[in-house]
């Protein structure tokens, strides 16, 4: 069972602008001269975590990682209700990456994304196709209608998790609960702290209650890094993923030919299996795995194994 490469830290690093008065944290690690590649971190609305850089042989990777708009320490931050996020979307995150690239002048590289990040791998794939030497892609989400009825009501998810829906319910009144994701548009936009602030928590309790296959303490969030999170995973979840109507496997044809494994925990319970057997079925020709002892991160055992053996196949 393959573990995670030692912890390392970056050798380089900054602020790069993209446009429409934001800039994008980047750092790199790993070999200066070994192979590019680039993590694209989940969410949307999460940020870059030490561990993302061990997913990687670090004498065989020059590995690259940023904070998507409005993320992490990239400026200006959705933590604040006062930023717009009218030019957040899915294109302006694939322009990000194509500009990331040529400032590090980089020609191609390996692509790894799991959840959110298997979209943004997808999307940018299917539009820079040239640029693209491999794809490693977990917890697939391909952002369909039914893929958000399978989290947002009640013949879902909640089933498996009563409790948590019963809260994330619960605290919209009962006359909007026919619309969860407008009434909570609602208040993780209102101004005032008092209701943005508690709709947020509720929001991002729900997110993080199907993470892991076994129960874990949740991270603990402040204040700001809820209302980060939250405003950006409504943003995108409300408009689809910003992504084309025929969606995503529609543009399996301009990639097929770019080695790929895709990988998905047998009861990841935030994007369940079918929709990485619907990528699969798809594309046959890309390698696939369900991991039958896991939920939907990356870190539990069985699913480091096969990401980590991925990356060290692609190294050379």
Not at 43 to 64: E, S
Not at 97 to 104: T, V
Not at 135 to 140: A, T
Request: hydrophobic fraction near 40%; proline fraction near 9%; charged fraction near 20%.
């Amino acid at each position: 069972m393959k573990d995670f490469y030692p912890p390392i830290e970056p050798y380089d690093s900054g602020l790069l602008d993209v446009g429409d008065g934001n800039k994008i944290h980047w750092e790199v690690c790993g070999n200066p001269a070994g192979k590019p590649a680039v993590f694209l971190h989940g969410g949307p609305g999460g940020g870059i975590l030490p561990a993302f850089r061990r997913f990687f042989d670090p004498a065989a990777y020059r590995i690259v990682l940023f904070d998507q708009r409005n993320c992490g320490t990239s400026q200006p931050s959705a933590a604040d209700p006062g930023v717009s996020l009218e030019h957040n979307t899915t294109p302006h995150l694939v322009a990000d990456i194509e500009r990331l690239r040529e400032h590090l002048s980089v020609d191609r590289w390996l692509v790894f994304g799991g959840s959110w990040g298997s979209t943004l791998a997808l999307s940018y794939a299917q539009a820079h196709p040239g640029r693209v030497t491999e794809l490693v892609l977990r917890g697939i989400y391909l952002v369909r209608p039914s893929d958000e009825t399978w989290s947002f009501t009640p013949t879902g998810a909640a089933r498996l998790f009563p409790a948590e829906w019963a809260a994330f319910h619960g605290a919209i009144p009962a006359a909007e609960r026919h619309d969860l994701i407008a009434a909570y548009g609602r208040r993780i936009g209102d101004p005032d702290p008092e209701v943005h602030l508690p709709a947020a928590r509720a929001w991002m309790d729900w997110e993080l209650s199907a993470n892991t296959l076994l129960p874990v303490d949740p991270p603990e969030l402040d204040d700001a890094a809820v209302l980060l999170c939250a405003r950006i995973t409504h943003h995108y979840i409300s408009n689809g993923g910003f992504l084309p109507e025929e969606g995503l496997l529609a543009g399996v044809d301009r990639i097929r030919h770019i080695p790929t494994v895709i990988v998905n925990g047998r009861y990841d319970m935030k994007t369940p299996p079918d929709q990485a057997w619907d990528l699969h079925l798809a594309w046959p020709e890309a390698e696939f795995h369900i991991v039958e002892d896991a939920g939907h991160v990356g870190a539990e055992p069985g699913t480091r194994h096969r990401l980590i053996d991925a990356t060290d196949r692609f190294r050379s």
